[in-house]
C-alpha cells in the first residue's frame, strides 16, 4: 500500500528537549515536504526537498532542521523546542511537487 | 501576507444541495490550483485540481471553476454527501515544478442530512 509513515504520532515534551518526527515513504517519489497545520493559518510549509542530499526552507523555518541522506526518509528535528512549536505536523511526498500525499500527522505539545 | 485565502471559515449546507467553498489569491504568477480535503485525525487528500489554462474541471460530483480574471476559484460538490463534512484546502503553485505549494486556511464543510 502506498503511504507516507510519521512517527510519533503524538508526543509532549519540554523546552529545549532535541526531538526528531519520522518520516518514510514508499512510492519512490522525489520530492518531500514537511507542513505544519495550526488554527486560522492553514498548513505552512517548513522545509522541502527535491531530491537526495537537496533541501531548501519553507515559509516558517525557523527552529527546524530536516536532512534527506535516503530517497524514502525525511526527517523533521527541533533542536532545541520552544512553546511555539506546538503544532499538527504533516510530511508529504510528491511525484511533481503539486499533489501531495500526506502522512497522518504528528500532534507535537512543547511544555 | 496570505496569498492564498479561503474568507469563510465554515459552511453548512443540507444534504442534496450544492456546496460552494470559494478561494481568492493574489499572486498573479500562481498556474496550478488544488483542493485538499481533510477529515479529523488524518492527513489531507488530494481531491481535484485545474491549470491556468483551463477555465473548468470536472470529476464526478466535483468540479473546479478557476476565474483568472478576479484571481478567484471555487469548488462545487453537488449533490452533497455527509461524507463530504471535512476541511477544505485551496493551494496555489507557480511554475512547472510545484515545491511552493501555498495553501489557504482551509473551510469546514458540514453536510447536514
Known amino acids: 500500500e502506498a503511504q507516507v509513515t510519521q512517527n510519533p504520532r503524538y508526543l509532549i515534551t519540554v523546552t529545549g528537549k532535541k526531538l526528531t518526527v519520522t518520516c518514510s515513504q514508499n512510492?519512490?517519489?522525489?520530492?518531500m515536504s514537511w507542513y505544519r497545520q495550526d488554527p486560522g493559518l492553514g498548513l505552512r510549509q517548513i522545509y522541502y526537498?527535491?531530491?537526495?542530499?537537496?533541501?531548501d526552507k519553507g515559509d516558517v523555518p525557523e527552529g527546524y532542521k530536516v536532512s534527506r541522506k535516503e530517497k524514502r526518509n525525511f526527517p523533521l528535528i527541533l533542536e532545541s523546542p520552544s512553546p511555539n512549536q506546538t503544532s499538527l505536523y504533516f510530511c508529504?511526498?510528491?511525484?511533481?511537487?503539486?499533489?501531495?500525499?500526506f502522512g497522518e500527522g504528528s500532534r507535537l505539545t512543547v511544555l | 501576507d496570505q496569498q492564498v485565502k479561503q474568507n469563510s471559515p465554515s459552511l453548512s449546507v443540507q444534504e442534496g444541495r450544492i456546496s460552494i467553498l470559494n478561494c481568492d489569491y493574489t499572486?498573479?504568477?500562481?498556474?496550478?490550483f488544488l483542493w485538499y480535503k481533510k477529515y479529523p485525525a488524518e492527513g489531507p487528500t488530494f481531491l481535484i485540481s485545474i491549470s491556468s489554462i483551463k477555465d473548468k474541471n470536472e470529476d464526478g460530483r466535483f468540479t473546479v471553476f478557476l476565474n483568472k480574471s478576479a484571481k478567484h476559484l471555487s469548488l462545487h460538490i453537488v449533490p452533497s454527501q455527509p461524507g463530504d463534512s471535512a476541511v477544505y484546502f485551496c493551494?496555489?503553485?507557480?511554475?512547472?515544478?510545484?515545491?511552493?505549494?501555498?495553501f489557504g486556511a482551509g473551510t469546514i464543510l458540514r453536510v447536514k442530512s
Open positions: 508529504a511526498s510528491s511525484p511533481d511537487g503539486r499533489e501531495l500525499f
Open positions: 493551494a496555489a503553485s507557480a511554475g512547472r515544478y510545484g515545491n511552493k505549494l501555498v
Open positions: 512510492m519512490n517519489h522525489e520530492y
Open positions: 499572486n498573479s504568477m500562481f498556474d496550478y
Open positions: 526537498s527535491m531530491n537526495v542530499e537537496v533541501t
